[in-house]
T-cell receptor, first 109, second 114 residues
Framework: GQQVMQIPQYQHVQEGEDFTTYCNSSTTLSNIQWYKQRPGGHPVFLIQLVKSGEVKKQKRLTFQFGEAKKNSSLHITATQTTDVGTYFCAGSNDYKLSFGAGTTVTVRA | EAEVAQSPRYKITEKSQAVAFWCDPISGHATLYWYRQILGQGPELLVQFQDESVVDDSQLPKDRFSAERLKGVDSTLKIQPAELGDSAMYLC????????????FGPGTRLTVL
């Protein structure tokens, strides 16, 4: 079945630095969504990408969907303490949405 | 702002007991999902409803888990009997229609089986 893999599993970042988390699918995706889950909280929707090669920005967050629609990335610039949490990608195909295991981000002040 | 409601927030039970979780999605959301999230992992879909009909329950352990959404609004997920390995967060989410819209998650029910 469809699997979505995320790397890295953990990302320890110095405040102010940039980092990228990656999402890879074994199959071509119809769309991909990104969610953020704060410690002790529930997943909250960030964005959806649909088109091949699509790039979307939300302030310091840049999301990209690969040309083959099998991978995606989330790049955060100038990391802040508010960026702490776990970032999940979720890919859909055949009307099923599969979540990756997430990248857990901690920030050193 | 409308939210997905879930209860209880926490549940502690002994193995072999029955437990039930309730979810009330955002009004007007036709699609409802139940997920299980084990610590350190992503949400795993258990069952998906479209109105009152089950669309996907391929990952639902049907020997012990059941889910219903009788009137196409709120939903109940039941486990009977509970096993130690069922300890997890059970999340409910809803969306207007299908997987091409953002999912709104409830706060979840943290289940601990002793």
């Amino acid at each position: 079945g469809q699997q979505v893999m995320q790397i890295p599993q953990y990302q320890h970042v110095q405040e102010g630095e940039d980092f990228t988390t990656y999402c890879n699918s074994s199959t071509t995706l119809s769309n991909i969504q990104w969610y953020k889950q704060r410690p002790g909280g529930h997943p909250v929707f960030l964005i959806q990408l649909v088109k091949s090669g699509e790039v979307k920005k939300q302030k310091r967050l840049t999301f990209q969907f690969g040309e083959a629609k099998k991978n995606s990335s989330l790049h955060i610039t100038a990391t802040q303490t508010t960026d702490v949490g776990t970032y999940f990608c979720a890919g859909s195909n055949d009307y099923k949405l599969s979540f990756g295991a997430g990248t857990t981000v901690t920030v050193r002040a | 702002e409308a939210e997905v409601a879930q209860s209880p927030r926490y549940k502690i039970t002994e193995k072999s007991q029955a437990v039930a979780f309730w979810c009330d999605p955002i009004s007007g959301h036709a699609t409802l999902y139940w997920y299980r999230q084990i610590l350190g992992q992503g949400p795993e879909l258990l069952v998906q409803f479209q109105d009152e009909s089950v669309v996907d329950d391929s990952q639902l352990p049907k020997d012990r888990f059941s889910a219903e959404r009788l009137k196409g609004v709120d939903s109940t997920l039941k486990i009977q009997p509970a096993e130690l390995g069922d300890s997890a967060m059970y999340l409910c989410a809803s969306t207007k229609m299908g997987v091409y819209n953002e999912q709104f998650f409830g706060p979840g029910t943290r289940l601990t089986v002793l």
